[in-house]
């Protein structure tokens, strides 16, 4: 039975992609990168194992232990970590932070690559197991966008695209054809919450692919907390770019979207 390995971050997602692995027949040996990573992994690989994302070396030491070659990294980490000081990485990880010409994502997240690639084990694309979560083209709720919110959606898709381009985030937050917030280092809640606040309700937000995503990681993720952050600030409406974003616990993403008249398009 061919083994791989599960880097797992923040919420639902490392869980599905360990659930269609467990059913296609592999093995899966998952490292909870943080303390938040889902409980729940645990119950479906033949082992999770708890170590610090900053602990390079002791992650590839873990998989190498168990004979994994073929990795899959899933779930949030923002690299806000590595400012705010709540992780302390090891040697190997700061040698290789200090060595970087810049630390945009893709830059760290192809750090975590070579390394791995070094050490004789390929980081395999993040949808190969979970593509069926990627909605096709057309509107997912059952609410319709009204005029103003498609005109604000392919505003506001045009401006993710661009943001991603320069690798600086995936999210943008509009109203009226206006930029109410670009997503950075914060992440695509606090970038929903900041821009619904300025737009004083019926905020669209729009999350894209970059032009030159690597799916090998960093894949555009919705989920219930997206739609949840959307409620709590008003938000109306949420466009996402089809066959290229994962939508998580669809049920319940639709569910939440009803129980506030929220639209969601895939575009």
């Not at 360990?18 to 889902?38: M, P």
């Not at 060595?99 to 070579?114: A, H, K, N, Q």
């Not at 506001?156 to 600086?168: K, N, S, Y």
């Amino acid at each position: 039975m061919e083994r791989i390995g599960l880097l797992a971050g923040v919420g639902k997602l490392p869980v599905e992609c360990a659930r269609a692995a467990k059913v296609l027949g592999y093995e899966v040996y998952a490292v909870a990168l943080l303390s938040e990573t889902d409980p729940e992994l645990s119950e479906c690989t033949v082992e999770c194992r708890s170590i610090s994302v900053a602990h390079l070396d002791e992650i590839i030491g873990y998989l190498k232990e168990k004979q994994v070659t073929k990795v899959t990294m899933l779930g949030k980490v923002t690299k806000e970590l590595l400012f705010a000081g709540s992780v302390q990485p090891d040697a190997r990880m700061l040698k290789l932070i200090m060595e970087l010409p810049d630390r945009s994502d893709d830059t760290i997240m192809m750090m975590f690559v070579r390394e791995l690639a070094k050490e004789g084990m390929q980081a395999f694309d993040q949808t190969a197991l979970i593509r069926k979560l990627m909605p096709r083209r057309g509107t997912i709720s059952k609410r319709e966008p009204t005029e103003a919110e498609r005109k604000d959606m392919e505003f506001g898709i045009r401006m993710a695209r661009e943001l991603g381009r320069l690798d600086v985030g995936q999210t943008v937050v509009v109203k009226n054809v206006a930029v109410m917030a670009l997503e950075a280092i914060e992440g695509t809640d606090a970038c929903i919450r900041r821009g619904g606040e300025l737009a004083h309700g019926g905020a669209v937000v729009c999350k894209t692919a970059k032009p030159q995503q690597d799916n090998r990681f960093d894949v555009p993720t919705v989920g219930p907390q997206t739609i949840e952050t959307m409620i709590e600030v008003g938000a109306k409406a949420l466009a996402i770019e089809a066959d290229k974003t994962l939508l998580v616990e669809r049920d319940r993403v639709i569910e939440l979207a009803e129980s506030s008249d929220i639209a969601i398009v895939a575009m």
